[in-house]
C-alpha cells in the first residue's frame, strides 16, 4: 500500500524530513502539480508523515475520504483547472508558512471527495517531473 497526500496540502514541506525513506516529493511546477506527492513504491506505511501534517492532509491510501468535511479556515490547493476560483496563498496559515498557487477556504461544512489524490499521486511519478529526477 501506500499513504497518499491530498488536496488540503498547503506545501508546508513538515512531512518531508520525518519519512525514512525519503519518499515525499515537493510537486513542480506547481501549476501543474500543487501538491507534494509519495512515491507509492518507495513508501513503507510507517505513518511518521501524518501527525506531523498541519493540515491533516495525509492518509493511508485505503483511509483517503470519499466525503472530507471541511473545518473553518482549511483551504483546498488544486490547479486553476480543477480550482478556477481560487487565488494565491502566501504566508501563515495556522502558525505555518505556506505558499500555493492557487488554493481557496471554501468554509466550514464543505464536503468533498478527497479520492482523486490517489490517482494523481501515481500520476506524479509515472510522468510528472519527480519520476524523471529519479531516473
Ligand atoms: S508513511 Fe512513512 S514511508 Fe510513507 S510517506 Fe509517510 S513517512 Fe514516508
Ligand atoms: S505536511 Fe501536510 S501540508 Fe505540509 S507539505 Fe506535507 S502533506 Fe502538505
Redesign the pocket.
Known amino acids: 500500500m501506500t499513504h497518499v497526500?491530498t488536496a488540503?496540502?498547503?506545501?508546508?514541506?513538515?512531512?518531508?524530513d520525518v519519512c525514512p525513506v525519503e519518499c515525499?516529493i515537493p510537486g513542480k511546477p506547481e501549476s501543474e502539480w500543487p501538491?507534494?506527492y509519495i512515491d507509492p513504491d518507495t513508501c513503507i506505511d510507517c505513518g511518521a508523515?501524518v501527525p506531523?501534517?498541519?493540515?491533516e492532509?495525509?492518509f493511508p491510501e485505503d483511509e483517503v475520504p470519499t466525503a472530507y468535511t471541511m473545518k473553518a479556515g482549511q483551504y483546498l490547493a488544486d490547479t486553476k483547472a480543477n480550482l478556477p476560483d481560487g487565488k494565491p496563498l502566501d504566508g501563515d496559515v495556522g502558525g505555518?508558512k505556506v505558499k500555493v498557487e492557487n488554493a481557496k477556504a471554501p468554509g466550514a461544512g464543505f464536503v468533498i471527495d478527497l479520492t482523486p489524490a490517489t490517482e494523481l499521486n501515481k500520476a506524479f511519478f509515472k510522468e510528472g517531473p519527480g519520476y524523471s529526477a529519479k531516473g
Do not use: F, G, Q, S
Open positions: 497526500i488540503i496540502c498547503l506545501r508546508d514541506t513538515a512531512c518531508v515525499i501538491w507534494l508523515c506531523e501534517c498541519p493540515y492532509a495525509i505555518h
